[in-house]
């Protein structure tokens, strides 16, 4: 009986490092790339086999289950420590994946009345639910509108505000084979102050699409190093990607996260498939850059697999 416990107990601290390491592995292969989405899992497994060592008096096994315990913890208790700024907020963006179009469009604005939001970032929107929006007061509150709907596919972006905006050409380098569905991008003015916004949405990683997937993410890498240093900008909607993920990792990087930001801590947007199971991992954020996160969160909504997300900012 104490070899099989100790067979098991092994068993599953090796499982549980394949898990947790597989998220330094930039790869496409897809059973990587889905093993990287499940990183809380192993912060949560390891906590539970470290009780489980104990109370079996496994005491050879403690001391690697601890050490592994500890690495797994120590990366993940800094997000559910806020570091939000204080000063008056004078900017909210939200984003929601519309699944295609199914979304509640009540329910949508319900949320962006109770988060009184300046710039709300759709994807997956076809003519169909926009039109629901509008006849909900989106047309009302959001006046000036970027983007396209397109019907029955994934690939309808818009972005709706309430400021002033400018839509920003696409460059003539883009890759649109990387990324078929529409990233908007416009310039605001916020209190007189411009702002960068682009709407985000890689394709999903599927079997036979991981390279575009990954493509997707560096090319939105290469659009974030070529805005100036110093111009403040928000990048927002479905990225398909957590920080499980190299290139996520690459294309956050000196960026905030305003969930994490806000010490929201495992923070889950999706899949949201009734009441099967609960979501598992972020694949929706808001990063932006020159700007002060004041709060952040997340909103769940009918018609959808993803919750939407919203931050409010205060301008440096």
């Known amino acids: 009986m104490r070899r099989r416990l100790d067979a098991l107990i092994g068993t599953l601290l090796v499982l549980l490092v394949v898990v947790?390491?597989?998220?330094?592995?930039?790869?496409?292969?897809?059973?990587?790339?889905?093993?990287?989405?499940?990183?809380?899992?192993?912060v949560v497994g390891l906590g539970l086999l470290t009780v489980g060592t104990v109370l079996l008096r496994r005491w050879w096994m403690l001391l690697p289950v601890l050490a592994c315990a500890a690495v797994a913890w120590g990366m993940a208790l800094p997000t559910f420590f806020a570091h939000t700024g204080s000063g008056e907020p004078n900017l909210t963006v939200m984003a929601a994946n519309l699944d295609q179009g199914r979304a509640?469009?009540?329910?949508?604005?319900?949320?962006?009345?109770?988060?009184?939001?300046?710039?709300?970032?759709?994807?997956?929107?076809?003519?169909?639910?926009?039109?629901?929006?509008?006849?909900?007061?989106?047309a009302r509150l959001l006046g000036n509108r970027a983007g396209q709907a397109r019907p029955g596919t994934f690939t309808g972006t818009m972005i709706f505000s309430r400021l002033p905006m400018t839509a920003v050409p696409e460059p003539?380098?883009?890759?649109?084979?990387?990324?078929?569905?529409?990233?908007?991008e416009v310039d605001l003015t916020v209190d007189g102050r411009p702002v960068r916004v682009k709407a985000a949405h890689p394709v999903a990683p599927l079997p036979g699409a991981t390279d575009q997937w990954r493509a997707g993410l560096a090319a939105l890498e290469h659009w974030k190093q070529g805005v100036p240093a110093g111009e403040r900008l928000v990048l927002t909607g479905d990225f398909n990607a957590s920080f499980g993920h190299p290139g996520f990792r690459a294309l956050a990087s000196g960026?905030?996260?305003?969930?994490?930001?806000?010490?929201?801590?495992?923070?889950?947007?999706?899949?949201?498939?009734?009441?099967?199971?609960p979501p598992f991992v972020a694949l929706d954020h808001v990063l932006s850059r020159g700007l002060s996160?004041?709060?952040?969160?997340?909103?769940?909504?009918?018609?959808?697999?993803?919750?939407?997300v919203w931050a409010q900012y205060a301008l440096d």
């Open 293 to 308: 996160v004041i709060d952040a969160g997340q909103v769940a909504f009918h018609g959808s697999d993803h919750f939407l």
């Open 255 to 277: 960026l905030v996260d305003a969930q994490r930001a806000a010490g929201l801590g495992w923070v889950r947007t999706w899949p949201v498939v009734g009441q099967r199971w």
């Open 172 to 184: 003539s380098d883009a890759a649109p084979a990387h990324t078929p569905s529409l990233q908007p």
């Open 104 to 138: 509640n469009a009540d329910q949508v604005m319900a949320a962006v009345r109770a988060h009184d939001v300046d710039v709300l970032v759709l994807t997956e929107a076809t003519p169909d639910v926009i039109g629901r929006l509008d006849a909900a007061g989106l």
């Open 20 to 42: 947790g390491a597989s998220r330094w592995v930039d790869t496409t292969w897809r059973p990587v790339v889905v093993l990287q989405s499940l990183g809380p899992f192993v």
